[in-house]
């Protein structure tokens, strides 16, 4: 399976709460990690376990995932009742159907306030 059908299942699978199906995309030994909280998860079953253990009220909404060989890089957006909106970029290493590697950069939209001395340069979103 190309990288990009990979990527875009694991979402799918993570959203339907599949976590055998996930399971099945990750590979035993793949690593995540994390760097905006400094965390790495090393394993299939601490990454299905981190993200199944999430608090429930969430749901995903792939934006966009483009590819290139065995890379793949994913955006999503993930809001959740509770705790409010969040947005990943993840990139991806997919090798014989599994994701072996990833790193993924967590955040919520308007969380990094803007300098004033750049208000004249931008425009909010």
Not at 7 to 32: H, S
Not at 59 to 84: F, K, M, N, T, Y
């Amino acid at each position: 399976m190309e990288s990009a059908k990979v990527v875009e299942e694991l979402w799918q699978r993570i959203q339907a709460r599949d976590w055998a199906g996930a399971g099945e995309l990750i590979a035993e030994d793949a690593v995540v990690e994390w760097p905006v909280s400094g965390e790495r998860i090393v394993g299939r079953a601490d990454f299905l376990a981190v993200n199944s253990e999430y608090p429930e009220g969430w749901s995903i909404r792939v934006l966009r995932v483009v590819a290139d060989g065995d890379q793949a890089v994913s955006e999503v957006e993930v809001p959740h009742v509770d705790l409010g909106l969040f947005r990943a970029a993840s990139f991806w290493t997919v090798r014989d159907g599994r994701i072996v590697a990833g790193r993924e950069y967590w955040t919520s939209p308007g969380s990094d306030p803007r300098p004033e001395w750049r208000a004249r340069y931008v425009e909010p979103m």
